[in-house]
């Protein structure tokens, strides 16, 4: 017997007891958190050791919060709260001992794969001083490039015994996965996945499918979901306003053809993209795809093979350093809430808003709540495990709703420095003069809640998915266009681009109580860089880093960027009389040089960034582990004399 994706019902007995994790998740000294989807619910036990000593055995049941998404799949979330204060600087490890099937195993005998040799759990290092941090994002599984995390992997293994080498933890800045950028191959295995779990059905209000097991079925299910979008006038009338003018909105891009629609898709990749288990149990032809796009879907599938090699190498590392992740744009859809015209006309649509409230609830599910689980309602989980049942009707809806206008998705962490996560996606400051015009990323109201959050500290490190200091040439190029009305042509998503939010984010460096070392670290651009920023006629500035790492499977396009770098060293040098055309004119920024590249200031590759802190927040090592092997460093050079 087979369902509507012709998966064998007897195949779901064959399924991984772990679909997907552990993830190492939030980790203070009061507070452990683990992510990991079961085909069942979990029964058993969490073990913590303090180096090899059990201190902890706890039944998971008390510990667990649990929500079941699909016949055989159920998220999960430990929380492990000491009675007394976690030790730092201390070496701790992990384990579960699942009752299966009446039978006891551990995480080394699901997962042999899962603990580096010679150890017998996931080990971690607990640390609150931030004396080395990894970050990354844009992380594509169909780029023509190696995957950057592989490099995570081997940085925690060669530092097993040394608790000084290991990292504090991995910030994951945005674009953790491309639910609007998806491979055809990709789209196959979380189909046949979501047939494999039995995720949940829902119904699909404004399109020309009505429910998903007719979008999945549809004849342009892969490479045309452009398709799918109401032709009635009024659809479009929709489609006019929403993607005027937009090479990149969420059907009619090139890299959206097979834009994410479901829940059950969004969940799907998530899996797919973090661990193996289920790969195995996925077979990937091309019989589902017209003709047309046999090239397109065999170029892809060698991409996504390799990708694929290396994901056990990549579970095991997000089980052993302490992981925190924030939304990008492409975790929901390409310009997400770029303009208030954007938002007009998404957010009053049922089939966009649906996809966009589909997206948040996968980001929540699988990367908001192991960030902060404190923060996020009850009242949600419970309607998630409804809305399983009801076929994502009112249900989901009202969860929808609820999610959309969520507000506390940023989170800090009490470390030293410490560290503030910035959601600049759901709280923009919209322009009042146009619809077309980029909005803030951040509104007053929020830049005010951040502005209190720094005040009194010494040192911050602060997480902003689009650099707060970027290439001036590129921000001058989406500029113009923007004054012509094409604003989503060029994602002119910059700080710089709306001239509220710019202000007040200046001003905020500018304070007199700001923290006196500043580390800003960002994603998104493709291209890593870094800046050493000082506020001009002022004698105690503060220092003010900007380090950029993108992407961890991505690259932006190299005879592009190759232009634009060395335009923008002729037009904006650091003692370039055009910098005071910008809005950054009283700040002075002075870019690094990539070490052997003496003639750029950008490093385009695949890879993921590394920064060394010293104990009053300053960094004093800034690198790029290249994702093919190697490293860019970003030494730090003295200013030349005025003389």
Known sequence: MTNALGISEKQNTLLPYIIAGPLLRKVTPDQVALWLVTSEP??????????????????????????????SAFINLIEYRPEHSLSTDTWFSYDLECEIRGEIQNLKSLLPHLVYPGEERPKFAL???LDQVLHGSC????????????????VLESSIGDI??????????????YADDVAGPMLSAIHQTIGLLGLAPELIEGATVKNSAELYKSEH????????LPQTPAGQDLADRFFAGAE???????????????????????????????????????????????????????????????LPDVQRALAQIPVYMIFDDHDITDDWNLTRGWEEAAYNHPFSRSIIGNALLGYWLCQGWGNAPDKFPQQWTDLIQQDAIADGGEVRNDLITQVLEFEAW???????????VLDTRTRRWWSESSGAKPSGLMDWEALSELQQELIGEDAVLLVSPAPIFGMKLIETVQRIFTYFGHALMVDAENWMAHAGSANVILNIF???????????????????????????????????????????????????????DKMNRWLYGSRSPLNWFTKRRRMQIRSRIPEGMPAKRVFNGSGVGLVKLNQVGEPTEVTVLKAQGGDISFPYRKPKSRS
């Open 127 to 129: 640390k609150t001083q």
């Open 42 to 71: 979990l029964k058993g036990s969490f073990h913590f050791y303090r180096e090899q000593e059990l201190v902890s055995q706890i039944d998971c049941v008390s510990i667990n919060q649990s929500i079941q998404v699909g016949k």
């Open 410 to 420: 940023s989170y800090c962490l009490n470390t030293s420095p410490k560290l503030v």
């Open 139 to 154: 992380r594509k599984p169909h780029y023509a490039s190696e995957d950057a995390l592989l490099r995570v992997d081997q």
């Open 164 to 177: 000084e080498s290991r990292p504090a933890l991995l910030m994951m800045s945005g674009d953790q996965i």
């Open 510 to 564: 500018r304070h007199p109580k700001t923290p006196q070392n500043f580390v800003i670290l960002s994603g998104d651009v493709h291209y890593s860089f870094a800046y050493d920023i000082k506020i001009r006629f002022r004698k105690n500035s503060p220092d003010i880093w900007q380090i950029t790492c993108s992407g961890l499977k991505n690259e932006f396009p190299h005879a592009l960027l190759n232009l634009f």
């Open 221 to 228: 299910c892969y490479y045309e979901r452009e398709e799918l």
């Open 248 to 310: 990149k909105p969420i059907f009619t891009a090139d890299t959206a053809h097979n834009h994410l629609i479901t829940l059950a898709e969004m969940l799907a990749m998530y899996f797919l993209v973090w661990s193996p288990q289920l790969w195995r149990h996925i077979s990937l032809n091309a019989g589902e795809v017209s003709d047309k796009y046999i090239d397109r879907y065999l170029d892809e599938q060698r991409e996504i093979d390799l990708f694929v090699n290396g």
